[in-house]
């Protein structure tokens, strides 16, 4: 794995949308070009407003494009606090992605089963004897320093045995979650980490982004 890491500073909002949109458009180019496919993972929270704006700007293939989630909320589709709710609202009809192009969770299923379910699905995209190697996570940061929904200090964070965990008891709501695991995060081709805000700026400042993560 490589360990390359650039860390960018961005003065305002509207240069982070386009810089990040920037890299995806690029990354998504050469995936394409290589694999005939671009396997991204997405993230909620800010990611959500940032791409909602970025995305539509760039040129690339839509068609190729296969969306997964970083982490997810084990809430209805129609819940606010679904990920896959928000960019089906902001992205279908608005670019040419098909529902059937995001890989979701079942929500009717408790964590645990979410989990076993969403591993199943990447494996129809992911040789099933390997860890996954996305092209592309989209991750964010959290003020306490966690990324997807691998929270510090929380069991999760030790799990290195599938590629997908569930999580019943995270510290900030909805408690019920699914996350990729470290391995599947640092297994990426490119990680792009869009944190924005002064009350994020300690963390990044604390962890440089640290040894587990690369950064792009």
Same mark, same amino acid.
């Given at each position: ?5 650039v860390?960018? !500073? &961005? ?9 990040? *949109? %920037? /890299?995806?458009e690029?990354?998504s180019?050469?995936?394409i ?10 993230s909620g ?22 969306l997964?989630? *970083? ?12 990920t896959y709710?928000?960019?089906k609202n902001?992205?279908?009809?608005? /670019?040419p992605? #098909?529902?059937?192009?995001? &890989? ?13 379910? =969403?591993?199943?699905?990447?494996? !129809? =995209? ?12 989209l991750l964010?940061?959290g003020?306490?320093?966690?990324? *997807? ?7 999760? *964070?030790?799990?290195?045995s599938v ?5 019943? %008891? ?10 990729? #695991?470290?391995?599947? $995060? %640092? %297994?990426?081709? =490119?990680? $792009? ?9 300690? $963390? ?5 982004l640290?040894?587990?993560?690369? &950064?792009?």
């Open positions: 794995m490589s360990t390359n890491r860390v960018t !500073v &961005i003065q305002d909002e509207q240069h982070v949308i386009t810089e990040v *949109c %920037n /890299l995806i690029n990354i180019k050469q995936a070009e290589k694999d005939d496919v671009f396997k991204v993972g997405l929270g800010s990611l959500t407003k940032i791409l909602s704006i970025g995305l539509p700007k760039i040129d690339t293939d839509w068609s190729k494009w296969r997964f989630f *970083c982490d997810e909320r084990v809430v209805p589709f129609e819940s606010a606090d679904s709710g928000i960019y902001a992205l279908i009809g608005t /670019l992605l #098909t529902d059937h192009q995001f &890989i979701k969770i079942d929500p009717h299923l408790p964590a645990e089963a979410a989990a076993k379910d =969403y591993i199943q699905k990447m494996a !129809v =995209y992911f040789p099933p004897d390997s860890l996954p190697r996305f092209h592309l996570l964010g940061l003020p306490d320093g966690h990324t *997807c929904s691998l929270f510090p200090g929380h069991r999760i *964070c030790d799990e290195t590629w997908v965990a569930p999580v019943t %008891n995270a510290p900030k709501p909805p408690p019920s979650r699914i996350t990729l #695991t470290f391995p599947v $995060v %640092n %297994n990426a081709e =490119y990680c $792009v980490f869009a944190v924005t805000g002064v009350a994020k700026a300690e $963390v990044v400042k604390v962890l440089h640290s040894q587990i993560w690369k &950064i792009f």
